[in-house]
């Protein structure tokens, strides 16, 4: 397994990691959890090194699964988890704004530590910008805790640039997480200029458009009730079925460097910068090891000049989030 680092301040880790969300939330039932055990500790024996989770998958339970999974494999992973999401204090799973007060950072940060079973969290993201809370305030409160040895690393999710310039005076950012992909290519005007800059490292997440790009999905696919997808713009009929030109390029692409859709879209985003680190999810062996099998995937610079001409005559249609998320994403 090819490794990178991420960034000037961050771990080094496999160039490719794994997003563990869908193992028990968020797309459709939950997957037998022995059965997700055994995946993730396959990922480790092929090579990964790099596991994301987070507080409000669940919420919870993705945590447990993803500590009792690694725990005999401590010494080898990197595992990254968020706060930021203000739970529902009724239960029942739900999040009902965010909250990035100091003090209900260190809550969660306490919570993650005895759910995944370490001793200290090694990458804490900020999941989304408390634009009631001062970033100075929440880079002060994870530093705290980096002084403790309870986190290692600091980390952001879906901050714009100025955002991360603010926090990263006061507690070095190591890693920014944000949706990245032929799909969604915002982070391209400001964000990857800053990392670039200061030294951060880039992780994206939904690298494989939440499985659309990997030529799986279609206008006639259907979605449970409690799959995300079931209720974002970009997932409706009409827009899968507008967006299949984007598949049709990466299957050309594909045809001829013997790769699959999902492999051609993997190795785009690796070849753009040498601290990228994609995460696409996955429930089965098989998808694990053809993601995998992307990193041997060479995408020549002739290649990526035409998969770049190609894709900028192509408009995707739908917002990527309904309203009330889109307004929790970079700021």
């Known amino acids: 397994m090819q490794k990178r680092r991420l960034g000037t301040h961050g771990p080094e880790v496999s160039a490719l990691g794994l997003g563990c969300m869908g193992m ?149 950012v190591a890693v920014v997480q944000s949706e990245y992909s032929l799909w969604t290519r915002v982070p391209e005007a400001e964000v990857l200029p800053t990392l670039e800059e200061l030294g951060i490292g880039f992780v994206p997440f939904s690298p494989l458009g939440r499985g659309f790009l990997t030529g799986r999905i279609d206008e006639a696919t259907t979605f449970d009730s409690d799959d995300i997808r079931s209720s974002l713009p970009r997932f409706t009929p009409e827009a899968r079925k507008a967006n299949q030109a984007l598949i049709e390029l990466l299957r050309t692409i594909g045809e001829r460097k013997h790769a699959t859709p999902a492999q051609i879209a993997l190795a785009w985003l690796l070849a753009q910068k040498p601290w990228i680190v994609p995460i696409p999810g996955t429930t089965k062996r098989e998808r694990l090891e053809e993601n995998i099998a992307a990193l041997e995937v060479e995408l020549t610079s002739e290649d990526l000049a035409e998969i770049d001409r190609a894709a900028s005559e192509i408009r995707v249609e739908g917002d990527r989030y309904p309203e009330h998320l889109e307004r929790l994403t970079g700021r």
Not at 102 to 128: C, M, T, W
């Open 24 to 172: 028990s939330s968020s797309l459709g039932p939950a997957p037998d959890r022995g059965e997700m055990i055994k995946l993730l500790r396959e990922a480790v024996e092929l090579g990964v090194t790099l596991f994301d989770t987070a507080e409000v998958y669940g919420p919870f339970v993705n945590e447990e699964l993803v500590g009792e999974a690694l725990a005999p494999l401590r010494d080898r992973v990197v595992i990254a988890t968020k706060f930021g999401f203000a739970l529902d204090p009724a239960g029942g799973g739900a999040w009902v704004g965010v909250d990035s007060r100091p003090e209900h950072i260190r809550e969660v940060a306490e919570g993650s530590l005895k759910r995944l079973n370490v001793d200290a969290i090694d990458l804490f993201y900020q999941h989304r910008v408390d634009p009631d809370v001062p970033i100075e305030e929440v880079a002060g409160a994870v530093r705290d805790l980096i002084q403790e040895g309870k986190v290692k690393h600091f980390g952001l999710s879906e901050a714009a640039a100025g955002t991360i310039r603010r926090a990263h005076t006061v507690q070095p």
